[in-house]
């Protein structure tokens, strides 16, 4: 039989449709992650913003196009938010939530609405591989409540999984990096293994470990120092902000001041000097003020960051932020055209720093990435090599570098 794997959303989401992918291939599916004709449809749904989850409907009657007949199972936040919307579309089979996509298998010939809420860490089967890198689910869930996320309503709360199971994922997947993805990747904890103490088993597996999404809290000399005795992990930190002023962190239960985030910038560039962080920042968030929102204009360049994601706050029902409205449309745009702008700029900036210099960088399809992940372009790159590299000139959204030798 022919089965589809088709995904919105995170990397998280990628990374578990990647595993749901292997499951079906050793139940002797044929599968595609791509949307296109087959038996069993299975979507991986989003929440994250209103345009996720109506684009998680609207997938539906897109696979209804390629087979009319075909079986579809839905997972996934949107399916955990609200079930009903998609259990009662024709075609539609099954309904998992976020918590319970371990389930799939067993539930394939059972037809009807679950979801329920899971306690324990959800183990699926190792990632297919679709890219030259390997993403390694080691959490999920989390605590926060971020007045602005709806996410900790449907992933549950925070959720580790075994160190043992990690290492022995890691060492056996044959990636020459590999990304450690979670929720809220900060939290990790198995018993006394924290996330630095998890890096340090890492440190023998041959690959260099990049990390997911980071909480400022989770920096701190143990930390760092557990990320330079492991040797493998890059210098990259992707260091969640969301906003520049502490009236709009507040209010978004944010748990930490910009002075305290910026604290923590000085202490990773202390002992990685070379280091890219890299942020999220949301714009025209319900309670943002023009000189809030200058503050966090302000932060791009003070924390000197390497690469920011901007996006445009979206109400989502059931959140404390929701009951606060919104800001004018127009209001949004203005403020994310000047963030995306200044964004560019930091990039541009941290780029120049690296010119005429040489990285290793891991090749994928279309360029590839160094470890303090600038995209590189080359001649002659092959997918899946690691190279060292000289960054030569600005190119598209990296640099272009002279291929120096194959490591």
Do not use: W
Not at 132 to 139: D, E, I, N, S
Not at 177 to 184: C, N, Y
Not at 312 to 329: C, E, F, Q, V
Request: charged content about 30%.
């Amino acid at each position: 039989m022919r089965a589809c794997v088709f995904t919105l959303g995170c990397k998280m989401n990628e990374v578990e449709s990647a595993s749901l992918m292997r499951g079906l291939e050793e139940r002797g599916f044929k599968v595609s992650g791509e949307l296109s004709e087959a038996d069993l449809y299975i979507l991986n749904s989003c929440a994250v913003t209103a345009e996720a989850e109506k684009k998680s409907r609207q997938a539906i009657a897109r696979m209804k196009k390629f087979n009319p007949s075909a079986k579809i199972i839905v997972l996934g936040c949107a399916a955990e938010r609200n079930a009903e919307q998609f259990a009662k579309r024709e075609g539609v089979s099954l309904v998992l939530g976020a918590q319970n996509k371990d389930k799939l298998f067993s539930l394939l010939k059972e037809e009807g609405v679950f979801c329920e809420t899971g306690r324990d860490f959800c183990e699926l089967p190792t990632p297919k591989r679709t890219k030259t890198r390997a993403f390694l689910r080691v959490q999920d869930g989390c605590n926060h409540f971020c007045s602005y996320c709806i996410i900790p309503y449907l992933r549950g709360r925070s959720r580790s999984r075994s160190a043992e199971s990690i290492l022995k994922e890691a060492k056996n997947c044959g990636a020459k990096e590999i990304v450690l993805t979670g929720v809220d990747l900060s939290s990790y904890r198995d018993g006394e293994i924290d996330l630095a103490g998890l890096l340090r088993m890492l440190g023998e597996v041959p690959a260099r470990i990049r990390l997911g999404s980071l909480e400022e809290g989770v920096v701190d000399e143990k930390f760092l120092e557990a990320m330079k005795d492991a040797g493998n992990v890059v210098e990259h930190f992707h260091l969640s902000l969301q906003s520049g002023s502490d009236a709009v962190l507040r209010a978004m239960n944010r748990r930490y001041t910009r002075e305290e985030y910026l604290a923590c910038c000085e202490k990773i560039y202390a002992v990685f000097p070379g280091a890219a962080i890299t942020t999220d920042l949301i714009v025209g968030f319900p309670t943002e003020t023009e000189v809030d929102f200058e503050d966090s204009l302000k932060m791009i360049d003070e924390a000197e960051f390497s690469r920011v994601h901007c996006f445009p706050y979206s109400p989502r029902p059931g959140t404390n932020a929701y009951k606060m409205g919104d800001l004018p449309p127009k209001v949004k745009k203005e403020r994310m055209d000047r963030a995306v702008q200044a964004s560019q700029e930091a990039q541009k900036k941290y780029l120049e720093k690296f010119l005429g210099k040489e990285l290793s960088a891991l090749f994928e399809e279309d360029g590839g990435y160094t470890e303090n992940y600038i995209r590189v372009y080359a001649e002659g790159a092959k997918e899946g090599e690691l190279c060292r590299v000289k960054l030569i000139k600005p190119e598209k959204d990296g640099a272009f570098a002279e291929i120096m030798e194959v490591l």
